[in-house]
């Protein structure tokens, strides 16, 4: 088990930062490539249903590291309909804090504080072929979509995958057998930096055009996504075809609170001393305190609101703006579509007009 004080962090600040998450035990660590390694988990019985998750989600991980508690995500890069136990695969970040931490100390009966599988990454219920582009550990979402639409459906699918080079191929011989095992309807093409130069915006044109039909799902490092996106907008493929998953770190909680301390005199002038939440079809009246997330102040008030990461990729605590102003700290999962239709995470809302109405869907 994790121990928070070692790290320089009080048990009251560790209870309440994982006041949403699990304690799950890793069976296994797998080594995956030279940089990468895959978590296997042994979920209690008695908490099975809370980790029920489909092809595309990701668990979120709260870690205490140099007297801070940081959260991150990963990508479940096994299926639902196809593996026994939940696995994430998590890739070394040049400098970065907790992929290493990930890949130098965790052992098999480890426990680990998680936030059950959460996240909008998924299929949806087309008939459309697929088309998956991933870089480097993006691969993860796209080999359990994969296995999942091999498993379950009759849809046709593509991977494109770009790596530094062949080493840093992760799955490499588990896509080899799907394919191997759907010739028919699975075509993985590898676009590796140091054989076929960087994948650039003309390339991916090349790649995609022959799918423009498709529904394409998008995973990696900003750079790779950036250039995924530009060729797809080049080709006038509709939004409602692109799926997007971005594999950044959240804001560490120090600097978010300097942010706020910034910014708190124009929210405090406009914070209202109430504001009104709908939930479970009651409408309450609650109270309000200047520069509070919507969510903290819901709970402070005795409601029990849904929400998991708490940091603004999970979409489990959207709910609808009917009245009134926020201003979202980070919102790295709601499309323009859903946030055009008022939708917004109460876990990064803060409220910045005197009245303020959120509904909760049924
Ligand atoms: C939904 C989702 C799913 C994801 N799934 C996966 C997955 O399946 N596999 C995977 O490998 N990754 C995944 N990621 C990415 C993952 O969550 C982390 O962002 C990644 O592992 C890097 O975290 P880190 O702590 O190692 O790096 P960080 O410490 O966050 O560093 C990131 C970068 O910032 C620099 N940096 C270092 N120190 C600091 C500092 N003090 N302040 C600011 N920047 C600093 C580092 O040099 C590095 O380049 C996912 C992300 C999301 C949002």
């Not at 069976?27 to 990468?36: E, G, K, L, P, Q």
């Not at 970065?96 to 998680?114: A, E, H, Q, T």
């Not at 929400?307 to 919102?331: D, I, P, Q, W």
């Amino acid at each position: 088990m994790l121990d928070p004080t070692q790290a320089g962090v009080s048990e009251e600040r560790w209870r309440a930062a994982t006041a949403a998450c699990f304690a799950v035990a890793v069976a296994d660590v797998i080594r995956a490539t030279h940089d990468s390694c895959s978590l296997v988990f042994d979920v209690p019985a008695e908490i099975g249903s809370r980790f029920r998750y489909r092809a595309g989600q990701f668990l979120s991980f709260k870690v205490p590291l140099g007297g801070q508690i940081l959260t991150r995500s990963y990508s479940l890069s096994s299926s639902p309909e196809c593996d026994p136990k939940l696995k994430v695969t998590i890739k070394r970040v040049d400098d970065g804090r907790i992929s290493n931490w990930f890949n130098d100390n965790v052992k098999p009966g480890d426990r680990l504080m998680v936030v059950p599988p959460a996240g909008l990454f998924v299929l949806n219920d087309k008939r459309r072929p697929i088309t998956l582009f991933a870089g480097g550990s993006g691969i993860t979402p796209c080999i359990s979509i994969a296995k999942t639409v091999l498993s379950t459906t009759e849809r046709k699918l593509r991977l494109v995958y770009a790596n530094r080079d062949a080493a840093s191929i992760i799955f490499e011989q588990e896509l080899g057998e799907l394919a191997a095992a759907h010739p028919d309807r699975f075509e993985i093409q590898h676009s590796l930096d140091d054989r076929d130069g960087f994948l650039d915006v003309k390339s991916v044109e090349h790649h995609a055009v022959d799918s423009l039909e498709s529904d394409f799902y998008l995973c990696g490092p900003g750079l790779f996504m950036d250039i995924v996106e530009r060729a797809l907008a080049a080709l006038h493929v509709p939004s409602d075809q692109i799926h997007i998953e971005r594999f950044v770190s959240p804001p560490d909680p120090d600097a978010e609170r300097e942010d706020a301390a910034v910014t708190g005199g124009e929210a405090a002038h406009a914070a209202p001393e109430k504001i009104s939440i709908v939930l479970d079809g009651n409408a309450h009246e609650i109270d309000y305190q200047p520069e509070e997330r919507v969510l903290e102040a819901a709970r402070r008030a005795g409601l029990d609101p849904p929400f998991s990461c708490e940091e603004g990729y999970c979409s489990c605590c959207m709910a609808k703006l009917t009245e009134g102003k926020v201003r979202m700290h980070t919102n790295d999962c709601l499309t323009p579509d859903l946030l055009e239709e008022g939708w917004v995470l109460t876990c990064q809302s803060v409220c910045v007009s005197r009245k303020v109405k959120i509904e909760y869907p049924d």
